[in-house]
């Protein structure tokens, strides 16, 4: 399905380049189109490449304060966000608020996700009661403006309630969870993106509280789906592998777990240059206490992600996935 968008969306950015030029507004179009299909599909510095590309332009043709700039500015920042390059994502989220609000208006629906987007990047910090004050707000605005069961005001109650729940709110994180994943299925659709993510937020709530069967249903769920629509190296198809893993592991169905893992790091060892990512962070040690959901950190990540060397990196992956085959370091509920 991602490669078949990436090749219509790659010929139609080409023939209107060719007839039209390079910054002609439907040109740029087809280039936004290409950008999001390569993000979609886990090719982030290819998207990042693209999407320069297009803010670029944007700037000398329309400005620095026009709304279509801004736009293409935030997704820039989505996809170093992507990258797990947070600080410049958030520097430049940061711009991006201040001119939207300046141009468009607090309650303007570009100016909305944008700190929504903010938002997500606080939580990445550890900085969550920052993060919930600003999801808290544009869960409202979002309801109010846009409409309860639209596609944005689902992405305002997932964020809040993944929120909620690295806060150990967890009862009202399941209670946002489950009416969001409601509306997601109302309105998107059992395999639309959305609805997975909100299937897998729910899931990984029901882990944390000790509801195993319901969370693996719901993991099952989502990983059957998302290896039928997405492809395998994009992030929500590796993430879907590894919530299962975590899963098993509490369960001790160690080999099931270790199969899992393995097929991530592989995957991960044919990108190494774009590693350093969350899924690093998980086989590294620096991940969610399965039980406490707080944050945990070993030295083998202080050690090795500190060098820029991605052999040294590689290496202490491998190590990770030695010790939990050993069955170390596993969170047991």
Do not use: W
């Amino acid at each position: 399905m991602l490669a078949d968008a990436e090749y219509f969306a790659t010929q139609a950015y080409t023939r209107r380049k060719k007839i039209l030029g390079e910054e002609h507004p439907d040109t740029l179009i087809s280039l936004q189109e290409l950008a999001l299909v390569k993000v979609y599909s886990g090719q982030y510095d290819d998207a990042e490449e693209l999407q320069a590309a297009i803010v670029k332009t944007n700037r000398k043709v329309l400005g620095e304060e026009h709304s279509h700039t801004l736009r293409t500015m935030g997704i820039l920042a989505l996809v170093h966000s992507r990258q797990e390059r947070l600080s410049e994502a958030e520097g430049l989220q940061v711009i991006v608020l201040s001119m939207q609000r300046k141009v468009l208006d607090e309650n303007h629906r570009d100016t909305l996700r944008t700190v929504s987007s903010l938002a997500l990047i606080y939580n990445h910090h550890q900085r969550h009661v920052e993060a919930a004050e600003l999801q808290v707000a544009v869960l409202g605005m979002t309801s109010k403006v846009l409409g309860k069961e639209r596609r944005d005001t689902l992405g305002a109650i997932n964020n809040l309630a993944l929120t909620y729940s690295r806060k150990g709110r967890d009862d009202e994180a399941e209670k946002l969870q489950v009416i969001g994943l409601g509306m997601a299925r109302r309105t998107l659709g059992e395999e639309h993106p959305d609805t997975l993510k909100a299937m897998r937020n729910l899931a990984s709530i029901y882990l944390k509280q000790g509801h195993l069967d319901d969370a693996e249903k719901l993991f099952m769920n989502t990983f059957e789906r998302s290896s039928r629509i997405l492809a395998d190296n994009h992030g929500d198809s590796l993430q879907c592998k590894e919530d299962l893993a975590v899963l098993y592991r509490v369960q001790e169905k160690y080999e099931d777990a270790d199969r899992l893992d393995k097929q991530v790091i592989e995957v991960l060892k044919s990108r190494l240059k774009g590693c350093r990512c969350r899924l690093c962070r998980h086989y590294l040690g620096v991940n969610i206490d399965v039980v406490n959901h707080e944050p945990r950190k070993d030295s083998l990540y202080d050690d090795q992600v500190s060098r820029k060397d991605d052999s040294g990196l590689l290496h202490a992956l491998l190590h990770k996935l030695e010790a939990y085959n050993s069955k170390i370091d596993i969170a047991v509920i």
